[in-house]
Every structure is written in C-alpha cells, then in structure tokens.
C-alpha cells in the first residue's frame, strides 16, 4: 500500500513546490506591468519628507511636515516683473518645406523655418518669448531643453501648462542662469510635432568677468572664434545640418577657430568628429571641460538631446 502511493505522493509534493515559487512570480509580475492609464492625483499619500518648505500647487501641503503652505498657482512661477533683455516672438505653422530641390516635407515651422530661429542671450538674460500657434492642430508648447526655468515657463502641457491651441498665444518668461548649447522644442505630442521639427537652437554666452576653464588657449582661440550652430535633425530618412541636406558650408578665416554646437533632437546616438584635423571637446550639454585636449582621429558620441560643443581650428593657408 505504501508503494502504491509514493509515486502520487511526490507528484503532489512537486505541484505543491512549483505552485509556490511560481504564484508569486505571477504576482509580482502583474503587479509590475505599466497600468493603462494613470492620474498623478491618484498617485497616493503626498511625502511631506522633513526639509525646507517650498512654495506649492494649489491644495497640496508644502514640504517640511507641517501645515500647508499658501497656494500659489504655477502661473505665478515665472521670472520677476520688469523690462526683458530678449524679447521675441515665435510663430509655428504647419506647412510643408523645402528640404533640397525637389524633396518637400510636411513639417511644423518656426517663423517659416525649421529648424527655427537660433534664440541667442547672455547669461543672467532676462528672456521673455511670445509663441504663437497659427495652425499647429492638437495644440503646442515650447520647452527650453536643458534649461533651468521656473515651472510656468516649462512647456509641458498638461503639467505646467495648457497646450496652446491653433489661434492662440502663450508668453514665456525665465532668466537663463548658465551659458551653454541648449535647444528649445515643443512638448504636446513631441514624439511627432518634435520629429517634423517644431524646434530650434538656444545660444547662451558666458559673462563678461566669467573665467574660462578651457584654459589660456583656449580662451584665446576663443576671443575671435566664429559661433556655428549646428542642430541636427532627421526628417524621414533624411538627416540635415540647420535644415539643410548634404555639406553646411562656413567660412571660417585661415588660422582662425569654430565653435561647432552640435545639437542632436533624435532619438538616436550622433557620432561626430573632424576630419583631416584635431579639434577640442569644449563643452558637454552645456557644461565647460576643463582644460580639453587636442583629440584626433576620434569620434564624440552625443545622445539623443544632447549637445556637444567642438572647436576646430581652420588651418593657416586656408585649405579646407
């Protein structure tokens, strides 16, 4: 009788084995899978953690555990009043573009280009933009990638904003602290309206008294370099330097340096590098290297929406 039952015996045993490891799995399987939908305000219990109380949205208690904070609209977070030291606006429109003689695309422009506009300033600027949204269906925004600004001026729609819809304007407002590449782009239905090139480059320079941590070469290289933006962008399969397909020639003085800003709004790796030359890494994302060296022969891989900074010396007797 007992032989009889050990070979049902231990076929329970090994269901029961298995059931326990693989119930939990399953579990812990369905509780990690990315919900359909989700509501911030449905997220849970709000963390008052235990540091400095900071202004608040409205009918959310401020950080530090204690009472809540006076409500303050994101509206109100924004540059302080007063005259701006950039001021311009920015128009976008569906249409469609030219990319080389006979190749159009459907496109989203920026005051009739796309890429738009390069937006250029000081550090500590003031910078007050205007967006107008002539035709742009869905709506859309403008966000200051890699930028720091207030939460009014962050364009992202449905967070810190209302996506501006066709016929409408929305005014952005933000100091821009830090010099650097950065590049600006909308945020409502970015994975299209960013692809069929809703963007632009922003170009902040350095304080007059700021010290160059390139080095003394560098910064005298740097005194009479010619600033080249260079905002690369694929539309379809075709890859363009400042909107334009093939060579972007700039005439660059013999002897004399380029500041290349390569900014990549793929959504892939952009390998560049210099031919025939060495060339400098001067900056990363709009942060200086200290003391870059010459690098030859070598490539500098820039994520997508990052930015790289090069700078390339045109050789002396003027060939290319």
Do not use: C
């Given at each position: 009788?007992t032989?009889?039952?050990?070979?049902?015996?231990?076929r329970?045993?090994?269901g029961?084995?298995a059931?326990?490891?693989?119930v939990?799995?399953?579990?812990?399987?369905?509780?990690?899978?990315?919900?359909g939908?989700?509501?911030?305000?449905?997220?849970g219990?709000?963390e008052?953690?235990?540091?400095?109380?900071?202004?608040?949205?409205?009918?959310?208690?401020?950080?530090?555990?204690?009472?809540?904070?006076?409500?303050?609209?994101?509206?109100?977070?924004?540059?302080?009043p007063?005259p701006?030291d950039?001021?311009?606006?920015?128009?976008?429109?569906a249409?469609?573009?030219e990319?080389?003689p006979g190749?159009?695309?459907?496109?989203?422009t920026?005051n009739?280009?796309?890429?738009?506009?390069?937006?250029?300033?000081?550090?500590?600027?003031?910078?007050e933009?205007?967006?107008?949204?002539?035709?742009?269906?869905?709506?859309?925004?403008?966000?200051?990638?890699?930028?720091?600004?207030?939460?009014?001026?962050d364009?992202?729609?449905?967070?810190?904003?209302?996506?501006?819809?066709?016929?409408?304007?929305?005014?952005?407002?933000?100091?821009?602290?830090?010099?650097g590449?950065?590049w600006?782009?909308?945020?409502?239905?970015?994975?299209?309206?960013?692809r069929?090139?809703?963007?632009?480059?922003?170009?902040?320079?350095?304080?007059?008294?700021?010290?160059?941590?390139g080095?003394p070469?560098?910064?005298?290289?740097?005194?009479?370099?010619v600033?080249?933006?260079?905002?690369?962008?694929?539309?379809?399969?075709?890859?363009?330097?400042?909107?334009?397909?093939?060579?972007?020639?700039?005439?660059?003085?013999?002897?004399?340096?380029?500041?290349?800003?390569?900014?990549?709004t793929?959504?892939?790796?952009?390998?560049?590098?210099?031919?025939?030359?060495?060339?400098?890494?001067?900056?990363?994302d709009?942060t200086d290297?200290?003391g870059?060296?010459?690098?030859?022969?070598?490539?500098?891989?820039?994520?997508?929406?990052?930015?790289?900074?090069l700078?390339?010396v045109?050789?002396a007797?003027?060939?290319?």
């Amino acid at each position: 009788m007992t032989a009889d039952r050990s070979p049902v015996l231990r076929r329970v045993v090994a269901g029961l084995a298995a059931a326990a490891v693989l119930v939990p799995l399953l579990l812990l399987w369905q509780t990690s899978r990315t919900p359909g939908r989700f509501s911030v305000s449905e997220a849970g219990a709000f963390e008052r953690g235990s540091g400095p109380r900071v202004t608040t949205l409205e009918g959310h208690a401020g950080h530090g555990g204690g009472p809540a904070a006076a409500a303050t609209s994101v509206d109100a977070l924004v540059a302080p009043p007063g005259p701006a030291d950039v001021a311009l606006t920015l128009t976008a429109r569906a249409e469609r573009v030219e990319l080389a003689p006979g190749v159009a695309t459907d496109a989203y422009t920026v005051n009739g280009t796309t890429p738009g506009p390069t937006l250029r300033a000081a550090q500590g600027d003031v910078v007050e933009v205007r967006f107008v949204n002539e035709s742009v269906a869905g709506g859309a925004t403008l966000h200051w990638h890699g930028i720091d600004v207030p939460n009014a001026a962050d364009g992202v729609a449905g967070v810190t904003q209302d996506a501006v819809p066709a016929g409408g304007s929305h005014t952005y407002r933000f100091v821009v602290a830090d010099a650097g590449t950065f590049w600006y782009h909308s945020h409502q239905v970015s994975h299209e309206q960013v692809r069929k090139g809703l963007l632009g480059a922003v170009v902040v320079s350095p304080r007059r008294d700021a010290r160059p941590v390139g080095g003394p070469e560098v910064a005298r290289l740097l005194d009479d370099a010619v600033d080249v933006p260079a905002l690369v962008h694929r539309y379809g399969a075709r890859r363009t330097v400042q909107g334009a397909t093939g060579d972007l020639p700039v005439d660059v003085p013999p002897g004399t340096a380029a500041r290349v800003r390569v900014i990549n709004t793929d959504n892939g790796v952009l390998p560049v590098w210099v031919g025939g030359a060495a060339f400098r890494l001067l900056a990363v994302d709009g942060t200086d290297v200290h003391g870059p060296p010459e690098v030859r022969d070598r490539a500098v891989v820039v994520p997508a929406g990052g930015r790289a900074d090069l700078l390339v010396v045109a050789p002396a007797d003027g060939s290319a």
